[in-house]
């Protein structure tokens, strides 16, 4: 399955809200759909797991949502810490992974 | 609290072979819970899952990223909890950040998680 994110880039104030999009190349088994996000110099955070549920300590700003091959990750009021480099990545053809080439969410 | 630390060379020469190994802590490798991976990441670019093992039934499976699969083995030492990547022939556009993960089996409302404890990364470039 391949997986396209958008935008490539997404330049937003702190405060505003981001709306980032996943679309894959086939229906995503049993929405197994997830989102994660990077900062320079570190490994990815896992921020959101099977279409909408929210990994351990991840605040409920951060929401995903679809089905099928349309999904959406939302980060409502955003703050300093959250412009970085996000992902997602399809795990219900599972035990194959792959994910998408990433939106880089930068500060307006 | 489980962690992952990979080590090994941080140059490889081309058409050796890259050899990296992942050291669990705080938790066992023969958990049959867990999924483990491995991920690269060139330079600048985004995620490639490399493969994974997993225990099941007194067996250990491995699965492999249908491009890499002729070049990729991964195994695992049970005695230090550790698993292990080799990645033959390697050229430059293997030059990346690798990272080795887990993935928690266990579903929880329903639903199963995919990597969600990731080691901190090692970078590996390929060059004479």
């Known amino acids: 399955i391949v997986l396209t994110q958008s935008p490539g880039t997404l330049s937003l104030s702190p405060g505003e809200r981001a709306t980032l999009s996943c679309r894959a190349s086939?229906?995503?088994?049993?929405?197994?759909l997830a989102w994660y996000q990077q900062k320079p110099g570190q490994a990815p955070r896992l921020l959101i797991y099977?279409?909408?549920s929210r990994a351990t300590g991840i605040p409920d700003r951060f929401s995903g949502s679809g089905s099928g091959t349309d999904f959406t990750l939302t980060i409502n009021r955003l703050e300093p810490e959250d412009f970085a480099v996000y992902y997602c990545?399809?795990?219900?053809?599972?035990?194959?992974?792959?994910f998408g080439q990433g939106t880089n969410l930068e500060i307006k | 609290q489980l962690q992952l630390q990979e080590s090994g060379p941080g140059l490889v020469k081309p058409s050796e072979t890259l050899s990296l190994t992942c050291t669990v802590s705080?938790?066992?490798?023969?958990?049959?819970?867990?999924?483990w991976g491995w991920i690269r990441q060139p330079p600048g670019k985004g995620l490639e899952w490399i493969g994974s093992?997993?225990?099941?039934?007194?067996?250990?499976?491995?699965y492999y990223n249908p491009s890499l699969k002729s070049r990729v083995t991964i195994s695992v030492d049970t005695s230090k909890n550790q698993f292990s990547l080799k990645l033959s022939s390697v050229t430059a556009a293997d030059t990346a950040v690798y990272y080795c993960?887990?993935?928690?089996?266990?579903?929880?409302?329903?639903?199963?998680?995919?990597?969600?404890?990731w080691g901190q990364g090692t970078m590996v470039a390929v060059s004479s």
């Open positions: 093992i997993y225990y099941s039934g007194s067996t250990w499976t491995t």
């Open positions: 086939q229906s995503v088994t049993s929405s197994y």
């Open positions: 099977g279409a909408s």
């Open positions: 993960a887990r993935r928690d089996i266990t579903m929880v409302r329903g639903v199963y998680s995919t990597f969600d404890i």
């Open positions: 705080g938790g066992s490798i023969s958990s049959s819970s867990y999924y």
């Open positions: 990545q399809q795990y219900g053809n599972s035990p194959l992974y792959s």
